[in-house]
């Protein structure tokens, strides 16, 4: 692995602030799973224009507001329509060094789906950007001792396991059933969806 991948990865499972763009009551387990997580709210940033707080915490009304020249981890929430216009926008004004594209509906729906995500790769390999990423379609990464989480339930005590899927859903299945049934404790998890940039073999 070259040394630009593996500090992406570091990057992305330890950053140093996360924004979740857009946020939304839809994605609140994100939130509360960062809460269980200890992951310092100072450094979480929740943009939505149309939103003043949510669940207790401040929200910006862009990207320009957030008080950080580099974004570790870009949490992208939008509909998929929107996802090429606003990446561009994204990267024009802030530096972002890891990026999970939560969106759905892309190439694992129909072609227009797999015309978005091919466009998204060429943005994504613009040496301008230096920007890796995870998903689309994905739920994330959970690393207890990068303080992150996308669920409440998942332990926060870190422990020796890793491992990566590609479905959301039998990740968190693994790690919660893992946790109750068997008391396992764990260092790194991924559900990294359709593999856009970042694959399992990284």
């Given at each position: 692995?070259?040394?630009?991948?593996?500090?992406?990865?570091?990057?992305?499972?330890?950053?140093?602030?996360?924004?979740?763009?857009?946020?939304?009551?839809?994605?609140?387990?994100?939130?509360?799973?960062?809460?269980?997580?200890?992951?310092?709210?100072?450094?979480?940033?929740?943009?939505?224009?149309?939103?003043?707080?949510?669940?207790g915490l401040k929200c910006?009304?862009?990207?320009?507001?957030?008080?950080?020249?580099?974004?570790?981890?870009?949490?992208?929430?939008?509909?998929?329509?929107?996802?090429?216009?606003?990446?561009?926008?994204?990267?024009?004004?802030?530096?972002?060094?890891?990026?999970?594209?939560?969106?759905?509906?892309?190439?694992?729906?129909?072609?227009?789906?797999?015309?978005?995500?091919?466009?998204?790769?060429?943005?994504?390999?613009?040496?301008?950007?230096?920007?890796?990423?995870?998903?689309?379609?994905?739920?994330?990464?959970?690393?207890?001792?990068?303080?992150?989480?996308?669920?409440?339930?998942?332990?926060?005590?870190?422990?020796?396991?890793?491992?990566?899927?590609?479905s959301g859903d039998l990740?968190?299945?693994?790690?919660?059933?893992?946790?109750?049934?068997?008391?396992?404790?764990?260092?790194?998890?991924?559900?990294?969806?359709?593999?856009?940039?970042?694959?399992?073999?990284?």
């Open positions: 692995m070259g040394k630009l991948k593996r500090k992406s990865l570091d990057i992305l499972f330890k950053p140093r602030n996360v924004v979740i763009y857009r946020a939304s009551e839809k994605i609140d387990y994100f939130l509360e799973g960062y809460t269980e997580q200890n992951f310092d709210k100072e450094k979480l940033y929740l943009v939505n224009s149309e939103l003043d707080e949510l669940f910006v009304k862009s990207i320009e507001d957030i008080p950080e020249h580099t974004i570790d981890l870009l949490i992208l929430s939008i509909g998929r329509d929107r996802v090429i216009n606003e990446l561009k926008n994204l990267l024009s004004k802030k530096k972002v060094n890891t990026i999970h594209i939560f969106t759905a509906g892309m190439g694992e729906s129909d072609e227009k789906g797999k015309d978005i995500e091919n466009e998204m790769l060429e943005i994504l390999n613009d040496k301008r950007y230096n920007t890796r990423a995870i998903g689309p379609n994905c739920m994330g990464v959970y690393c207890p001792e990068g303080h992150l989480a996308y669920e409440p339930s998942f332990p926060t005590e870190p422990g020796n396991i890793s491992f990566v899927f590609q990740h968190s299945q693994t790690i919660r059933i893992g946790a109750r049934r068997y008391d396992l404790k764990y260092s790194k998890g991924a559900s990294i969806g359709n593999c856009l940039d970042l694959q399992i073999s990284d």
